[in-house]
């Protein structure tokens, strides 16, 4: 049975958001969004809904909101040669069991890769968060997070979750490498200059192994995180969770790379959360001193890796609007490298090559 579908033109915002993130609003009309409109309408049992994109993601998953009357709805396409919808379904119902607020799996085509799940709204906590909001609305995700942490104890998290391993730590760094230095910028690195990196590289990755390991979201930021009535936040994209480094969401969240805070408010939000976590039983070590630099480590490892993504998804997947977000992720990094001795040969890289986000 085909779903007879009132496809929503785009407002004159919504298309500037679109081309901002290179997506081409032509993709509703591919054979896989044939394919999930009639199983849409198979699942749901009738044949008038409408349907519009619901969130521009930075990955090969579509999601489209389904309206029914009062009723709304999220459908994802998840292309299987592309990961698929195995590791959503399963860490859902896990996240949900803890009591975090993320989207129910309704239906379920695991084959196909098309998801029918609850919708959350369209409240990002990126367009919420200001002065009046901020200590609100993070207090709220750090309650969660402290949540979701806490929770690594009560299963069997390495058998759960992937491991953040050495491997994939070094892999994201040469993203940089690779896509921003090389690929965007056009460098031709001389041995020195990549003999900085790797000899950069290793210490991010010996710190970061040397954390606490709990359960990790991996982009735990305001692009992900929905201002919901009750139980605020909910949270979405988790699907590539792993367990890893205590720190990682934390600076996924304080040090996001679509807004910045000043460091010294940043510090003491770390500070409360070591606090916090301690007393929740989370594995953060008594001195808050080396959290703190655990903290700005892991948040090198991050931007770094963030930035190759930001250019990659430009050249490759024709989404050019991170570009955008390039100063103040790699602004972390010339700030954090300033205040730490075996960073200080990166940091006196980033100028010579005359990379943005130096103050």
């Known amino acids: 049975m085909m779903a007879s579908i009132k496809l929503h033109t785009m407002s004159a915002s919504s298309r500037r958001f679109h081309a901002q993130t290179g997506i081409n609003y032509q993709i509703l009309l591919d054979k896989r969004f044939e394919a999930l409109k009639e199983w849409t309408g198979r699942v749901l049992g009738t044949v008038k809904f409408d349907v519009r994109p619901a969130s521009a993601d930075a990955s090969f998953r579509r999601y489209f909101r389904i309206t029914l009357g009062q009723r709304s709805l999220i459908v994802m396409d998840a292309p299987p040669d592309k990961g698929g919808v195995h590791a959503y379904v399963t860490i859902s119902r896990r996240f949900h069991d803890l009591g975090l607020n993320v989207p129910q799996v309704l239906e379920a085509d695991l084959e196909r890769g098309f998801l029918l799940?609850?919708?959350?709204?369209?409240?990002?906590?990126?367009?919420?968060?200001?002065?009046?909001?901020?200590?609100?609305?993070?207090?709220?995700?750090?309650?969660?997070?402290?949540?979701?942490?806490a929770g690594t104890a009560t299963g069997t998290a390495d058998q759960f979750l992937p491991d953040y391993d050495e491997g994939l730590l070094t892999h994201e760094m040469e993203l940089f490498r690779e896509w921003y230095l090389t690929r965007h910028l056009g460098l031709r690195l001389s041995a020195a200059q990549n003999r900085v990196l790797d000899e950069v590289f290793a210490p991010l990755v010996t710190s970061a192994l040397s954390q606490p390991r709990v359960w990790v979201h991996r982009d735990y930021h305001s692009r992900n995180l929905m201002v919901t009535r009750p139980n605020n936040p909910g949270i979405l994209d988790f699907q590539d969770a792993v367990v890893g480094p205590v720190t990682y969401d934390l600076v996924s969240l304080l040090r996001?790379?679509?807004?910045?805070?000043?460091?010294?408010?940043?510090?003491?939000?770390?500070?409360?959360?070591?606090?916090?976590?301690?007393?929740?039983?989370?594995?953060?070590?008594?001195?808050?001193?080396?959290?703190?630099?655990?903290?700005?480590l892991m948040g090198v490892q991050r931007h770094l890796k963030a930035t190759g993504i930001f250019a990659r998804l430009n050249h490759r997947d024709g989404k050019p609007g991170y570009l955008n977000d390039i100063p103040r992720t790699l602004g972390y990094v010339h700030e954090v490298s300033a205040r730490y001795p075996e960073l200080h040969a990166l940091r006196a890289l980033l100028h010579e090559l005359k990379l943005p986000g130096a103050a």
Do not use: M
């Open 256 to 296: 996001d790379c679509y807004i910045a805070w000043p460091r010294a408010r940043v510090e003491d939000w770390v500070k409360g959360f070591h606090e916090l976590a301690l007393q929740s039983g989370i594995p953060v070590g008594e001195n808050d001193s080396l959290f703190q630099r655990w903290f700005d």
């Open 117 to 149: 799940i609850q919708d959350l709204g369209e409240q990002l906590y990126l367009a919420h968060l200001n002065e009046q909001t901020v200590e609100r609305l993070y207090g709220d995700a750090l309650g969660s997070l402290i949540v979701l942490q």
